[in-house]
């Protein structure tokens, strides 16, 4: 993989991290108790759902 490459991939990785985070903290409080997310939790998820 070229360098240029590598950093595009790993900017658009970042982005959709930036993406599922805001989308995570936006959830309203009594959805997120109904899918047991915690709000601490949504930068673990977030890094989870992108990089796996």
């Given amino acids: 993989m070229s ?9 658009e990785k970042r982005a959709a991290y930036r993406r599922t985070l805001n989308e995570l903290r936006g ?3 009594h959805l997120a108790d109904d899918l047991n997310i915690h709000p601490g939790d ?3 998820l977030a890094h ?4 796996g």
Avoid: N
């Fill in 27 to 29: 959830i309203p409080a």
């Fill in 42 to 44: 949504a930068e673990r």
């Fill in 48 to 51: 989870l759902a992108v990089y």
């Fill in 3 to 11: 360098l240029i490459t590598h950093l595009r991939s790993a900017m």
